[in-house]
């Protein structure tokens, strides 16, 4: 089954494809983020330990490619940091199908983005993998903002700095958005043709989610009351006030937090996947979400094809199942047996390789 937050409980599961923003008597509780550092490249031992079950790797390191960090501009001049994964045996003369990788919501490209990105290039791909603006190495002041169309065009950006690279053929590059990129991927793949093939893992639709919570659990006063608290949180700060961060992976967990809550905690909060990343963004920000509607006009995609990945057991799959009823064909969506939302991150034993290569390699002229 499913999981589900108790419908009596004020407590609503607005989630930033990561954790939840907490609802409580109406008003938006915002946890102070901690100091962002560089992010992590390996496991934090002095951390707990996460449940490394069912081949857990967040921190997997290819010895089939070579990897390089990259920086690129997006249309709006801020720097992009990625990481460029390229497989040792490749043939420079010739031209290769690319691959873009999009992490999740609020994390970084070291939590989800590298692995996946690393196994498609040892299958044979170019690929990279990035942070979005205002997260991670790349730039964007304050950090942590929400600003749903510069995370699109941060793919687009992506599509640009794959075009000068002169082994790569920019007619055959493919997009695999984890999570809340998912839904950015897809709103920038509306506008850019260049992405020839769009697969989601565990996609959030942001949008939705900010406005309705999982399964439409929040009312509109509700909703209104978020709005209110983060315009009233711009008064504050404009006025010299300290900054507020909102939702997020919770920094503590116990016996009473929601399963959903400990799912994250399992990854972003132990050494399977923190990355030294607070997961928090602002909470003056966190409402540009309320205006992102990624899934209106999807079908303009096509023919380009979508590939949506879901765990029938996550929490998440609702937007999965929206995306492609909506979707024109070519479609298809692919549930992964007994798989929760987060377990797509990582969990290598579970993550459906075959089937993105099988995709890609369907789609985009492999050579």
Known sequence: MKMKLSSNKLAKAIMLGLALTIVSGGAAVAMVAQHMKQPRIEADKSLPAGDMSRGADNFYKSNKVDAHKVTFHNSYNMKVAGNLFVPKNLDKSKKHSAIIVGHPMGAVKEQSANLYAQKMADKGYVTISFDMSFWGDSEGEPRNSVSPDIYAD????????????????????????????????????????????????????????????????????QRKQVMADAAHQRDIEYAGGQREYTSGTPEKIDEKSSPIAKEFYDFYRTSRGSANTTTHPTLTSNVKFMNFYPFNDIETISPRPLLFIAGTEAHSLEFSE???????????????????????????????????????????NKK
């Open 322 to 364: 929206d995306a492609y009823a909506k979707a024109a064909e070519p479609k298809e969506l692919y549930l992964v047996p007994n798989a929760g939302h987060v377990d797509l991150y990582d969990r290598t034993d579970v993550i459906p390789f075959d089937k993105l290569t099988e995709f890609f390699n369907k789609y985009l």
């Open 154 to 221: 941060d793919f687009s950006a992506a599509v640009d700095f794959l075009d000068t690279l002169s082994y790569v053929d920019r007619e055959n590059i493919g997009v695999i958005g984890i999570c809340g990129s998912g839904s950015f991927a897809i709103s920038e793949a509306k506008i850019d043709p260049r992405m020839k093939a769009i697969a989601t893992v565990s996609m959030y639709d942001m949008g939705s989610v900010s406005r309705n919570a999982l399964h439409h659990s929040q009312t509109l006063e």
